[in-house]
């Protein structure tokens, strides 16, 4: 079945730092990508998503690119700030009818970024 | 403003009592979900419904209910049959012919 796969957290960095938090998946055919992001005690915002391979989706300064040769969306920021510290969440979708618009999540990765 | 809205934001209950869980949203969205997380294990399926009046279970249904009588609401019930009900439960739309879900605010449940 489908699944994503992203690398355990926490994640520990200083203000300025380099990011990338993996993510793998497994899926049939051509799935849609997501990053999700969750700050403490609100609910998920979509951060950013692609939909075919070698799409690279961005916003606020995050970017990932849809590989699809090694199944992977991985998420990276140049330069963290202190307001990125959140949970992190990788998410799938197989298209919108039916079951199908339902979103496969991976487990999350917590980010703190220290001053 | 259009978005999705959950009531109330904290829930505190008793053990062996129902409780229902609000989500309306106002962004004319055809199907909505419910999600429950707790921490260290992301998000997991409780139901969805893709229209009115119809609505199919996830991955963890066993012990909740819910209903899509009208567009703009989805209520979750949690029944005293659930045995672990203390989480956080996120209520999420999507419209149709896209696949990006918009997520609420979430109601964080305790059961004591």
């Known amino acids: 079945g489908n699944s994503v796969t992203q690398m355990e957290g926490p994640v520990t960095l200083s203000e300025e730092a380099f990011l990338t938090i993996n993510c793998t998946y497994t899926a049939t055919g051509y799935p849609s990508l997501f990053w999700y992001v969750q700050y403490p005690g609100e609910g998920l915002q979509l951060l950013l998503k692609?939909?075919?391979?070698?799409d690279k989706g961005s916003n606020k300064g995050f970017e990932a690119t849809y590989r699809k040769e090694t199944t992977s969306f991985h998420l990276e920021k140049g330069s963290v700030q202190v307001s990125d510290s959140a949970v992190y969440f990788c998410?799938?979708?197989?298209?919108?009818?039916?079951?199908?618009?339902?979103?496969?999540f991976g487990k999350g990765t917590k980010l703190s970024v220290k001053p | 403003d259009g978005g999705i809205t959950q009531s109330p934001k904290y829930l505190f209950r008793k053990e062996g009592q129902n409780v229902t869980l609000s989500c309306e949203q106002n962004l004319n969205h055809d199907a909505m979900y419910w999600y429950r997380q707790d921490p260290g294990q992301g998000l997991r399926l409780i139901y969805y419904s893709q229209i009115v009046n119809d609505f199919q279970k996830g991955d963890i249904a066993e012990g909740y209910s819910v209903s899509r009588e009208k567009k703009e609401s989805f209520p979750l019930t949690v029944t005293s049959a659930q045995k672990n009900p203390t989480a956080f439960y996120l209520c999420?739309?999507?419209?149709?012919?896209?696949?990006?879900?918009?997520f609420g605010p979430g109601t964080r449940l305790t059961v004591l």
């Open positions: 999420a739309s999507r419209p149709s012919g896209e696949n990006t879900q918009y």
């Open positions: 998410a799938l979708s197989q298209g919108y009818g039916g079951s199908q618009g339902n979103l496969i």
């Open positions: 692609a939909t075919k391979a070698d």
